[in-house]
């Protein structure tokens, strides 16, 4: 199947007072239909950039080079109408703090169909009765009611709620998820989670699920990237990722998770910080933290990103386990 | 009722050291270093009275962690709030060393808070801007008369700068110019420089990045160890609160729920609320979460200006009956040191496993 959206080289370089930073320093991916592409990383790694820059929103400061296809269409040579015209009709974006995305002082019915207003040209009374259809989609309860409350008077749960029926209004092909349950408590990120899941089973949509919580990526994703230093060091299919965590890194961060299981053992900690993007290394930017270690090649020059095994890639040249504990 | 709902496990202690040829198995319980007895603190606001504590009990013991988990909602920040008289209790009692703090005046406040110290969530909020890191870490010295003299007073700051494992030239930065993780290290010093008898950690990992809260959890249970504190570790993070403590309390909408050890919590929670929440906890394992059957509650935490009468976690769970509309339950004893407030005990955790 063709991809949604795929992105090839993509970086994003932002002017600072301090000289240019490289946010995202060449990134590589797709999204299929019905597919849930996961980026994972920590705060910075550029998994929200890269994806802020491929829909067009990156800030005006950054200067974004690359190749960006979405359903076909090549994005990055359109003009700045074209491609908000795209997006508005084919991508849906949910984002951490509903209010973020919401009006205080609009209905939700009517932001829930603002852009089906807009992009499929709803007339009032058929933008109403399709607010009340979305709410009852995404589980508010009297749906019928409630399409005429104010967003404070819902929960933050029911707001991310609300936000996901905006995302959904125009029947996209791609939903954008930038880590739209990390100011949620847990039984409702259950929730959500389990709504996302059940609408995508439903309506086929792509998703692109931005998160820092490898939980959360176990329970959602086909495939998943993991992000560092504004590149992708390893990706695959979610099973083959964590079963065998290839990279230096995605094991050290697997390993940092309390384990019940574990009886309290220390935890694996990851020494330093990550590199500046004002100043990323020449080589592997993982290198000064790595716990592998390698050799002189690891500090000057650049790992690429090599196949270990159907679909499974990682930028090291010391994949973990090494070739001879591999089976 | 306040001696059913103790959360505290240590006055239940089974005669363990004569039942195994009188080889003591349990460390001897430590001295109670805080208490709260029956703790409400209800806050008036337009809407009406909030409930955000409504009848607490519970006690922590001189080099334990006593784990607080709960969503928002639950009352557990408020409830640390009250052991360091940061908020006002409505009814109930707070006690310190043994001392009844509860109606202490302000002044009288000063000592305590050299007692009992407290960790936040944002390191961030916590330290003032415009002081140095040294400058931030000395005030509790100077506050509290700790230290005689400049010279001493940055001898001691270069002593807690080096315990939390930052460098010592670190003392002339501003907040500004650390990362989170090194500033929720400066708070952790900040907390040590008076030596209290026990630390209130609230939420101190949940705003770092996943390698820097695995090095902010081992460095609190290194000086744990290396300087015998206590700990009231709260947090929503249910894995993170496991990990860290000796026992555990479960809160919900301004009371304990379920309180026991991590490993009795974790492998056989008895109330429907525990059971839920961890069933929602996601696992680094897609194979366990495809085949992880969730226990999905319905609505959200009911409004705290009027909770549920009878039960307060009726209105969600999945087994309410109509008793629980009625009886409100008492945290009481399920299997040894281990508690849970609901009519239907690890009945309705089994049934609600097995649907």
């Given at each position: 199947?063709?991809?949604?959206?795929?992105?090839?080289?993509?970086?994003?370089?932002?002017?600072?007072?301090?000289?240019?930073?490289?946010?995202?320093?060449?990134?590589?991916?797709?999204?299929?239909?019905?597919?849930?592409?996961?980026?994972?990383?920590?705060?910075?790694?550029?998994?929200?950039?890269?994806?802020?820059?491929?829909?067009?929103?990156?800030?005006?400061?950054?200067?974004?080079?690359?190749?960006?296809?979405?359903?076909?269409?090549?994005?990055?040579?359109?003009?700045?109408?074209?491609?908000?015209?795209?997006?508005?009709?084919?991508?849906?974006?949910?984002?951490?703090?509903?209010?973020?995305?919401?009006?205080?002082?609009?209905?939700?019915?009517?932001?829930?169909?603002?852009?089906?207003?807009e992009h499929l040209g709803l007339t009032r009374r058929a933008a109403r009765s399709r607010a009340v259809e979305l709410l009852e989609l995404v589980g508010i309860p009297s749906a019928g009611q409630r399409v005429d409350a104010y967003p404070h008077q819902f929960s933050g749960g029911m707001r991310q709620r609300v936000v996901i029926a905006m995302a959904l209004a125009c029947e996209p092909d791609l939903l954008i998820a930038d880590e739209p349950t990390t100011a949620l408590d847990v039984t409702t990120q259950a929730q959500i989670v389990e709504l996302v899941a059940d609408l995508q089973r439903r309506l086929g949509t792509a998703v692109v699920w931005i998160t820092h919580d490898l939980g959360v990526v176990a329970g959602i994703a086909d495939t998943v990237a993991v992000m560092y230093a504004g590149r992708i060091l390893e990706q695959g299919p979610v099973d083959a990722v964590f079963a065998t965590p290839s990279h230096p890194y995605t094991g050290a961060l697997l390993a940092a998770r309390p384990d019940p299981a574990a009886g309290g053992a220390e935890l694996v900690t990851i020494a330093g910080a990550p590199p500046s993007p004002l100043d990323l290394p020449a080589g592997c930017a993982f290198w000064p933290r790595c716990p592998v270690r390698g050799d002189a090649r690891c500090e000057h020059e650049l790992p690429p990103l090599v196949p270990v095994s159907a679909g499974h890639q990682v930028r090291t040249f010391y994949p973990q386990p090494s070739d001879g504990e591999r089976q | 009722m306040s001696e059913r709902q103790r959360a505290d496990l240590g006055t239940a202690v089974p005669a363990d050291g004569t039942a195994h040829g009188g080889v003591p198995k349990q460390r001897e319980p430590g001295e109670v270093v805080a208490e709260l007895d029956d703790l409400a603190v209800w806050f008036p606001t337009p809407a009406g009275l909030v409930r955000a504590v409504d009848g607490v009990s519970l006690r922590v013991r001189r080099g334990e962690t006593l784990g607080l988990v709960g969503e928002s909602g639950s009352g557990k920040s408020t409830t640390g709030l009250a052991l360091l008289r940061l908020v006002d209790p409505t009814s109930g009692t707070v006690r310190v060393g043994g001392e009844d703090v509860t109606r202490w005046s302000r002044r009288r406040l000063r000592a305590l808070r050299r007692r009992v110290a407290m960790v936040f969530q944002d390191p961030q909020a916590s330290l003032d801007p415009r002081l140095t890191i040294g400058a931030s870490i000395a005030e509790p010295l100077i506050v509290h008369r700790l230290t005689d003299g400049g010279a001493a007073r940055r001898r001691r700051v270069g002593e807690l700068l080096d315990m939390v494992g930052l460098r010592g030239e670190l003392a002339d930065r501003h907040p500004h110019e650390l990362s989170g993780g090194q500033r929720q290290r400066v708070g952790i010093a900040r907390a040590l420089a008076g030596e209290?008898?026990?630390?209130?950690?609230?939420?101190?990992?949940?705003?770092?990045?996943?390698?820097?809260?695995?090095?902010?959890?081992?460095?609190?249970?290194?000086?744990?160890?290396?300087?015998?504190?206590?700990?009231?570790?709260?947090?929503?993070?249910?894995?993170?609160?496991?990990?860290?403590?000796?026992?555990?309390?479960?809160?919900?909408?301004?009371?304990?729920?379920?309180?026991?050890?991590?490993?009795?919590?974790?492998?056989?929670?008895?109330?429907?609320?525990?059971?839920?929440?961890?069933?929602?906890?996601?696992?680094?394992?897609?194979?366990?979460?495809?085949?992880?059957?969730?226990?999905?509650?319905?609505?959200?935490?009911?409004?705290?200006?009027?909770?549920?009468?009878?039960?307060?976690f009726r209105t969600r769970c999945p087994q309410a009956r109509p008793e629980c509309a009625e009886t409100d339950p008492v945290l009481a004893e399920v299997d040894p040191d281990h508690r849970a407030a609901c009519l239907f005990a690890k009945e309705a955790v089994r049934a609600m496993r097995s649907t």
């Open positions: 199947m063709k991809p949604v959206l795929a992105v090839e080289d993509l970086t994003v370089t932002i002017g600072t007072r301090r000289g240019p930073a490289h946010a995202v320093a060449g990134v590589d991916w797709a999204v299929r239909p019905g597919e849930t592409l996961a980026l994972v990383g920590e705060s910075g790694s550029g998994k929200s950039m890269s994806v802020l820059a491929a829909t067009g929103l990156a800030p005006r400061t950054a200067r974004v080079a690359g190749r960006v296809h979405l359903l076909g269409t090549e994005l990055t040579g359109l003009g700045e109408d074209r491609r908000r015209q795209l997006r508005g009709r084919h991508i849906g974006f949910v984002f951490q703090d509903p209010m973020t995305s919401l009006n205080p002082v609009l209905t939700v019915g009517r932001q829930v169909t603002e852009a089906a207003e | 209290p008898d026990l630390i209130v950690l609230d939420e101190p990992i949940a705003s770092l990045d996943l390698s820097v809260q695995a090095q902010i959890m081992n460095l609190l249970r290194r000086l744990q160890r290396d300087l015998g504190l206590t700990y009231l570790f709260i947090a929503h993070d249910l894995a993170a609160v496991e990990h860290m403590s000796d026992r555990m309390a479960v809160m919900y909408l301004g009371r304990i729920v379920e309180s026991g050890t991590p490993a009795q919590i974790w492998r056989d929670p008895a109330h429907p609320y525990t059971a839920a929440l961890l069933s929602a906890v996601p696992v680094a394992d897609p194979q366990v979460e495809r085949e992880r059957r969730r226990i999905i509650l319905s609505g959200d935490i009911p409004s705290p200006v009027d909770p549920p009468g009878g039960c307060r």
